[in-house]
């Protein structure tokens, strides 16, 4: 059974930074891509980021691209997701996902 545990959200303002982690156990970390998506109160669940198996390949959303950077330790078993210029559309809970596993996510609020 795959687990993947997120931590580093918070309250900050707009402008500041985050990084995200998912820690991941259960699976071969290395040969799995792995997502991030966001759950925002009025939007609902949709994509940030992802990033292939070696972290040669990543993805991102329109709303975010140019502000967020995905990366994996595939040592550690961890995924971070690094935002700068947050902004309040940001807010939400962000979720990691991978080999059909979602973790319990963790909660990101912008707000000045």
């Known amino acids: 059974q795959v687990l993947l545990v997120e931590s580093g959200g918070g309250l900050v303002q707009p402008g500041e930074s985050l990084r995200l982690s998912c820690a991941a156990s259960g699976h071969t970390f290395s040969e799995a891509a792995l997502s991030w998506y966001r759950q925002a109160p009025v939007t609902g669940r949709g994509f940030v980021a992802d990033?292939?198996?070696?972290?040669?390949?990543?993805l991102s959303a329109d709303a975010v691209k140019g502000r967020i950077t995905i990366s994996r330790e595939n040592a550690k078993n961890t995924v971070y997701l690094h935002m700068d210029d947050l902004k309040t559309d940001d807010t939400g809970v962000y979720y990691c996902n991978t080999a059909g596993s979602w973790g319990a996510g963790t909660q990101v609020t912008v707000s000045s």
């Open positions: 990033i292939g198996r070696r972290g040669d390949s990543t």
